[in-house]
């Protein structure tokens, strides 16, 4: 499994406008909209603030994976988004998160959510791709930089 196989360009933000962590997890969402318009919006971010209420998705290093399995989604989805202030995500280590990698998979799909999990926290633990994704000019960049270096894993 790449990442590849689950993140499309068009579902990666350069430069998020949210300040807060719920208006994060709303705009993330807007980027799995724009692959697949017809999920609900509303049921998306529910998944995402549920997860958050167990545990911050921040696992440090200006890096958070919201995640959760939800209805109506039928493969493994991902939006990457970008915040170049940072934003407050309650993170491990208490800095602020500028980097975001939301994944979001069908209800029956334990194994394939773990994998893809996995497989992202390898990439982003990695402090050059994270310097690499700050670094990125626009999103066909940071895309970019996933596709390159996931291919190395």
Known sequence: MLISDFLEVSAVEADLGASNKPGVLRELVGLVLRVAPDLDPNQLVET?????KLQSTGIGDGVAIPHGKTPGVDKVMACVGRSKAGVDFQSLDGMPTHLFFTLLVPE???????????RVSRLLKEARVRQALLDAE???AMYAVFVDEDGKL
């Open 138 to 140: 626009d999103a066909e």
């Open 108 to 118: 029956s799909e334990h194994g394939l959510h773990l994998k893809a999990l996995a």
């Open 48 to 52: 995402l603030q549920r997860r958050e």
